[in-house]
Nanobody, 112 residues
């Protein structure tokens, strides 16, 4: 399994970003995909997940601001982040839940 996250960067509070994660080595359409994040000094937390049928589950801390989607034709999962806050600063990772592998992540920094 290979997972390549991209789209992170520096953004001001209130701004938006869209993260992408391209997966390979799996039958993407059959897998539940998830986004996690890890802020400095904190444990990794689940942000959002999307099932193979497109149903989603968004973490309470980002509900109403973040949405997750997928494009099975491109084997890619997306995380749209709106109204970003400084506490959203973290490295964001994607993962196929059926596998233990983690990608390298993409850094999101939100300035106040």
């Amino acid at each position: 399994v290979q997972l390549q996250a991209s789209g992170g960067g520096l953004v001001q509070a209130g701004g938006s970003l869209r993260l992408s994660c391209a997966a390979s080595g799996i039958i993407f359409s059959r897998n539940v995909m998830a986004w996690y994040r890890q802020a400095p000094g904190k444990q990794r937390e689940l942000v959002a997940l999307i099932s193979s049928d497109g149903s989603t589950n968004i973490g309470d801390s980002v509900k109403g601001r973040f949405t997750v989607s997928r494009d099975n034709a491109k084997s890619t999962v997306y995380l749209r982040m709106n109204n970003l806050k400084p506490e959203d600063t973290a490295i964001y990772y994607c993962r196929a839940l059926a596998y233990a592998a983690w990608g390298q992540g993409t850094l999101v920094t939100v300035s106040s």
